[in-house]
Nanobody, 118 residues
């Protein structure tokens, strides 16, 4: 497993941007599929975006066109660039890691709060 630490959350006005980072420990980071999730109060956890070791990405409909996931394997870091933020994007954002081709997210960070005001 890898240890994950998110950063970059904060409070922004609607229309603003934030860049979340997730730093991973371990020498095998590049072999993991990485993902960003979010959970708003009273709602279920939602998958936002994923990226494979080779850079293939997936986005939920709520993220398409506004969010970009990327990774720097040399820095053991995955990013989530969020633009044109909306109040409904307010949530606790988590990164997660799945080893190899596994569909099981085996490692989770502690989360970073994003609050978007109208």
């Amino acid at each position: 497993q890898v240890q994950l630490v998110e950063s970059g959350g904060g409070m922004v006005q609607a229309g603003g941007s934030l860049r979340l980072s997730c730093a991973a420990s371990g020498r095998t980071f590049s072999s993991y599929r990485m993902g960003w999730f979010r959970q708003a109060p009273g709602k279920e956890r939602e998958l936002i975006a994923t990226i494979t070791w080779s850079g293939i990405t997936y986005y939920a409909n709520s993220a398409k066109g506004r969010f970009t996931i990327s990774r720097d394997n040399a820095k053991n870091t995955v990013y989530l660039e969020m633009n044109n933020l909306k109040p409904e994007d307010t949530a606790l954002y988590y990164c997660a890691a799945a080893p190899g081709i596994s569909t099981s997210w085996s490692s989770w960070g502690q989360g970073t709060q994003v609050t978007v005001s109208s």
